[in-house]
């Protein structure tokens, strides 16, 4: 008979805590990345991140904002819901 082992992983109180870290540590590295981010802010974004793997910013919007005239020169896309 084969025995089988349970492994039991525990997040912490702050499952984004982490991601928190890892964010604090981009933005020292490349504080244009996180002018980025407080310029979404500044636009009235009720929340700004990076995305998962650090590839891309966003911003949620409780208005409707024209944010390509904010970046010009950067990819940027809208959507609503």
Known sequence: MQSCKLSLLVPPSDP?????????????????IRAIKDQMYAMGAVYASMTGSGAALYGIFSERVNISEHFPGCFTWNAGI
């Open 16 to 32: 984004t805590e982490h991601l928190k870290e890892r964010g604090k540590e981009v933005f020292k590295r490349f504080p244009a």
